[in-house]
């Protein structure tokens, strides 16, 4: 694992990851446009992802399920390496309790994901019954992503501080 940690928290890979994340967060919303309303990933509850699932053309439903398959697949992992990366760069001096316990939402959040997409893709292919499982899902998707953000941005405003003290000594 300590292998992997340190190829994410090279520069050009959190640059790479940085990137895709915005690329692909900004095609969701042309996504939306095609499929006539939001993503089923956006909404917490099972209800309103079945209101939303009834909506839904045939063609649209194809699409929504392909989109998941590949883009919001993609999505997880390279929000991951962006928050693993930056967890592994800026805190190779702590503890490895300190260290797994602030990796852990980045890989809660990968998990719920994967396990959200599974769900969503088996309901846009006539499994609608699987979608009450995305009121467990979702929650910790969103859960995890909010605490692996909030990791990365103190992370990066602490090695920022440390920076400008370290050239003001200089």
């Given at each position: 694992?300590?292998?992997?940690?340190?190829?994410?928290?090279?520069?050009?890979?959190?640059?790479?990851?940085?990137?895709?994340?915005?690329?692909?967060?900004?095609?969701?919303?042309?996504?939306?446009?095609?499929?006539?309303?939001?993503?089923?990933?956006t909404l917490l509850g099972a209800g309103a992802a079945r209101a939303?699932?009834?909506?839904?053309?045939?063609?649209?439903?194809?699409?929504?399920?392909?989109?998941?398959?590949?883009?919001?697949?993609?999505?997880?992992?390279?929000?991951?390496?962006?928050?693993?990366?930056?967890?592994?760069?800026?805190?190779?001096?702590?503890?490895?309790?300190?260290?797994?316990?602030?990796?852990?939402?980045?890989?809660?959040?990968?998990?719920?994901?994967?396990?959200?997409?599974?769900?969503?893709?088996?309901?846009?292919?006539?499994?609608?019954?699987?979608?009450?499982?995305?009121?467990?899902?979702?929650?910790?998707?969103?859960?995890?992503?909010?605490?692996?953000?909030?990791?990365?941005?103190?992370?990066?405003?602490?090695?920022?501080?440390?920076?400008?003290?370290?050239?003001?000594?200089?």
């Amino acid at each position: 694992m300590s292998k992997l940690l340190n190829f994410l928290a090279r520069t050009p890979v959190l640059v790479f990851c940085f990137v895709v994340m915005i690329v692909i967060g900004y095609s969701f919303s042309r996504v939306q446009k095609t499929i006539g309303g939001p993503m089923l990933d956006t909404l917490l509850g099972a209800g309103a992802a079945r209101a939303r699932l009834a909506e839904m053309s045939a063609d649209g439903r194809s699409f929504h399920a392909l989109i998941t398959a590949t883009l919001d697949s993609l999505y997880p992992l390279v929000n991951f390496g962006f928050f693993a990366g930056i967890t592994a760069r800026f805190s190779r001096a702590w503890s490895s309790q300190w260290k797994t316990l602030i990796f852990a939402p980045a890989f809660i959040y990968l998990l719920a994901d994967f396990s959200e997409n599974i769900v969503q893709i088996l309901a846009l292919k006539g499994s609608e019954n699987l979608l009450s499982l995305k009121g467990v899902f979702t929650p910790i998707k969103f859960t995890g992503f909010i605490a692996a953000s909030l990791i990365a941005i103190a992370l990066l405003a602490f090695a920022l501080i440390r920076f400008v003290k370290n050239k003001k000594a200089a």
